[in-house]
Nanobody, 119 residues
Framework: QVQLVESGGGLVQPGGSLSLSCAAS????????MSWYRQAPGKQRELVAT???????HYTDSLKDRCTISRDSAKNTVYLQMNSLKPEDTAVYYC?????????????WGQGTQVTVSS
């Protein structure tokens, strides 16, 4: 069993900043990558940012200048720092872990944390 627990969501004003964290626990073997996704009401879930076990990072174009993904490998924790937030960033943010298990890379999801950008 793998558990992902996100924290740090909440209400922030436009132009503000927010930091999310996601701690993985349980039967953690070999992490391939950890990512943040988001899903706004009525929209599909979309990738926000990814960081691989080797430290490679990837960001979706709409957020790459406003967010930073980082990790603490010793704690199996990934962070997402978001700046200059806009109302359109309002969504449930989900943590995703991709773990090598035998020949496969399997995804695990957190329960999500709500981020609301509003004045």
């Amino acid at each position: 069993q793998v558990q992902l627990v996100e924290s740090g969501g909440g209400l922030v004003q436009p132009g503000g900043s927010l930091s999310l964290s996601c701690a993985a626990s349980g039967s953690i073997s070999s992490i391939y990558a950890m990512s943040w996704y988001r899903q706004a009401p009525g929209k599909q879930r979309e990738l926000v940012a990814t960081i691989t076990s080797g430290g490679y990072t990837h960001y979706t174009d709409s957020l790459k200048d406003r967010c930073t993904i980082s990790r603490d490998s010793a704690k199996n924790t990934v962070y997402l720092q978001m700046n200059s937030l806009k109302p359109e960033d309002t969504a449930v943010y989900y943590c995703n872990l991709q773990m090598r298990e035998g020949l496969y890379i399997n995804p695990y999801w957190g329960q999500g944390t709500q981020v609301t950008v509003s004045s």
